[in-house]
T-cell receptor
Framework: AQKVTQAQTEISVVEKEDVTLDCVYE???????LFWYKQPPSGELVFLIR????DEQNEISGRYSWNFQKSTSSFNFTITASQVVDSAVYFC?????????????WGAGTKLIIKP | DGGITQSPKYLFRKEGQNVTLSCEQN?????MYWYRQDPGQGLRLIYY???????QKGDIAEGYSVSREKKESFPLTVTSAQKNPTAFYLC???????????FGPGTRLLVL
């Protein structure tokens, strides 16, 4: 069965520090998709990235970067030079066509606190 | 501006009452979804609709009902059969089923 594990329940860092949020997934499919969403205190989930299983290239978008490693079934998210506005709960999710019929399997989320 | 709107932002339900949460999108997306989020938890799928006039149960459909009569609208009714409805409800849509989901601002439902 598919599963997404975000082992870090809460992380607290001082502004300008780099921080990495871990995501480990399990699936039997060879084709699957991984996602990261941000949920600020307002509650709305904001889409950050989608990555398919055949594209292991790391992605960088401004201060955000993602490291996808199939060998360790991980899709980690790094924020460089963190800012107070990055404070939110971050969710990792997985979907695949066979086991989940494309339904999103969600991790429990990591609460990130950036202190000024 | 294209997007997903949910109303109301806060909703209060009395015991034995049915309440309906609104979700509208003007993104021309075929698929729409309803999720429930409890405090400190991840999201759980209630219902989803791949196309107009069609919908399927998710993991926690009991006590909920939906309709999809128009492409842009996917209302969720929380019935009196849902014994613990207090939660944050999020609506999402995607251009087709299985593609990236985009979320609305959510509705907080509280029981009086």
């Amino acid at each position: 069965a598919q599963k997404v594990t975000q082992a870090q329940t809460e992380i607290s860092v001082v502004e300008k520090e780099d921080v990495t949020l871990d995501c480990v997934y399990e699936t039997r499919d060879t084709t699957y998709y991984l996602f990261w969403y941000k949920q600020p205190p307002s509650g709305e989930l904001v889409f950050l990235i989608r990555r398919n299983s055949f594209d292991e290239q790391n992605e960088i978008s401004g201060r955000y970067s993602w490291n996808f490693q199939k060998s360790t079934s991980s899709f980690n998210f790094t924020i460089t030079a963190s800012q107070v506005v990055d404070s939110a709960v971050y969710f990792c999710a997985l979907s695949d066509p066979m086991d989940s019929n494309y339904q999103l399997i969600w991790g429990a989320g990591t609460k990130l606190i950036i202190k000024p | 501006d294209g997007g997903i709107t949910q109303s109301p932002k806060y909703l209060f339900r009395k015991e034995g009452q049915n309440v309906t949460l609104s979700c509208e999108q003007n993104l021309n997306h075929d698929a729409m979804y309803w999720y429930r989020q409890d405090p400190g938890q991840g999201l759980r799928l209630i219902y989803y609709s791949q196309i107009v006039n069609d919908f399927q149960k998710g993991d926690i459909a009991e006590g909920y009902s939906v309709s999809r009569e128009k492409k842009e609208s996917f209302p969720l009714t929380v019935t009196s059969a849902q014994k613990n409805p207090t939660a944050f409800y999020l609506c999402a849509s995607s251009i087709v089923y299985g593609e990236t989901q985009y979320f609305g601002p959510g509705t907080r439902l509280l029981v009086l």
